[in-house]
């Protein structure tokens, strides 16, 4: 493993040759309609310049509902490269109809959208705006130097979703009903999905393991980002999917309602925490433990950074001044 990342700008290097790379993709047949598409974690063998993506290190995936010949891509994922496997893949299945669900608008979301600018792109529309607005730090790549990652190539082919919504959107593939629901998590106009056949939750970055990545808008408010998990936890799912997990969990009947309840406990403990002298450097075991030996969650050192991410922009926030008013 490389040498931990610190989420913080650093210079992009427009001078590396980034060496190519094949993905090295793994694939959960999660039922007999919903596929996960798994990169990273285990990058070691990957090129250099990849390695400092601190996606890569955490591990990073989409999922594809699928029947028949169509398909809806939840999220399009990180590098071109991740996009070309996938499509690859779908069209050894038969499938020649593609609709695209971007959850928000992260790189590691949106990046293999170009593949289907002619088919539906879907998404809310703050994720839209968002992705408009920042534009041109997408094309340059220079929005992952902002988050540590100096070799990021950047998305030259950056394609808006072209259907938009506010609040909550359904969708129909044959009889599987996709309910889009913004949430405020992670990022403004950030969605999940809820498949009730199934009682599934593609859950997007709502819900990480091993913790969230609270961005400034979601820390700023972040009462508001504890009422959203609660509301999370009214969804009767049984199963949920994350973005960036454990590839074992995911391949082996996914997660449980627990981990959303682990997401809002960890956000409780960071405001409750927030005033303690050693709240930067207690570790992250002191705010997770009780979810990590219930087997919710699992430490995965890369996010050890996310953690430092989180504590250091709640100071930064809060630190002179009382804390929220919040309940348990
Ligand atoms: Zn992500």
């Known amino acids: 493993m490389s040498n931990p990342l610190v989420i913080e700008r650093v210079a992009q290097d427009r001078t590396i040759e980034r060496a190519p790379f094949e993905p090295k993709m793994r694939v959960a ?44 891509i939840f999220d399009t994922m990180l590098y071109k490269e991740h996009i070309l496997w996938i499509d690859r893949y779908l069209k050894d299945m038969g499938i020649k109809n593609v609709s695209v669900i971007n959850s928000h608008w992260d790189c ?20 839209r705006l968002k992705i408009e607005t920042n534009a041109d730090l997408l094309r340059s790549g220079e929005i992952w130097a902002m988050a540590g990652d100096p070799y990021y190539p950047g998305i030259d082919d950056l394609v808006l979703p072209n259907r938009t919504f506010d609040g909550r959107m359904v969708l129909h593939l044959d009889d599987i009903e996709i309910h889009l629901i913004e949430t405020f998590v992670h990022q403004l106009g950030h969605l999940v999905a809820y498949l009730p056949k199934d009682r599934i939750l593609l859950a997007a970055d709502a819900c990480e393991d091993t913790v969230p990545f609270n961005t400034m808008a979601m820390t700023s408010d ?40 682990a997401m809002l406990d960890y956000n409780i403990q ?56 919040i309940s348990d």
């Open 108 to 127: 590691d979301h949106i990046a293999g959208n170009f593949l289907y600018k002619d088919r539906d792109i879907i998404s809310t529309a703050k994720t």
């Open 29 to 72: 047949e999660i039922n007999d309609y919903l596929l996960c598409f798994y990169d990273g974690r285990d990058i070691a063998d990957y090129p250099a310049w990849l390695q400092s993506n601190i996606d890569m290190q955490l591990g990073v995936c989409c999922y594809v509902i699928h029947r028949g010949n169509t398909a809806v």
């Open 222 to 261: 972040l009462t508001i980002q504890m009422q959203t998990y609660r509301e999370l936890l009214a969804i009767p799912a049984e199963r949920l999917y994350p973005c960036h997990g454990r590839f074992e969990v995911i391949a082996n009947g996914g997660y449980t309602q627990d981990f959303t309840a």
């Open 270 to 325: 960071l405001v409750k925490r927030m005033h303690e002298p050693d709240y930067l450097t207690a570790p992250l075991e002191s705010f997770i433990g009780k979810w990590i030996d219930r087997g919710t969650l699992a430490l995965h050192e890369p996010y050890r950074s996310l953690h430092a991410n989180n504590v250091g922009l709640i100071r930064r926030i809060y630190g002179s001044r009382s804390k929220p008013n």
